[in-house]
Nanobody
Framework: QVHLVESGGGLVQPGGSLRVSCAASGIIFSGYNLAWYRQAPGKQREWLSTITRGGTTLLTDSVRGRFTISRDNAKSTVYLQMSSLKPEDTAVYYC?????????WGQGTQVTVSS
């Protein structure tokens, strides 16, 4: 059974930093492309970043220069390092693992940016 579990969310002040993690089990982690999404209240889920099996990274324009995606295949974990956080970054952050036309999602972790 596949499980993706996000962690590391919380309350952070504007301008601060936070790292969220997503630990996977039940899959051959190294064979999957991994992505981070977020969904703010009343908005559609938004793609943020992808890291491929080979380590290539992609970022949406709104977070380029502030967010960094990385993966540790030995720990079956993908990370999203976030800096210079803004109130508009407040959302539930989700990870997704994709391979062979199959997607697996985590349950999400709340990130709130507020003073």
């Amino acid at each position: 059974q596949v499980h993706l579990v996000e962690s590391g969310g919380g309350l952070v002040q504007p301008g601060g930093s936070l790292r969220v993690s997503c630990a996977a089990s039940g899959i051959i982690f190294s064979g999957y492309n991994l992505a981070w999404y977020r969904q703010a209240p009343g908005k559609q889920r938004e793609w943020l970043s992808t890291i491929t099996r080979g380590g290539t990274t992609l970022l949406t324009d709104s977070v380029r220069g502030r967010f960094t995606i990385s993966r540790d295949n030995a720990k079956s974990t993908v990370y999203l390092q976030m800096s210079s956080l803004k109130p508009e970054d407040t959302a539930v952050y989700y990870c997704k693992a994709s391979a062979n036309s199959r997607d697996y999602w985590g349950q999400g972790t709340q990130v709130t940016v507020s003073s």
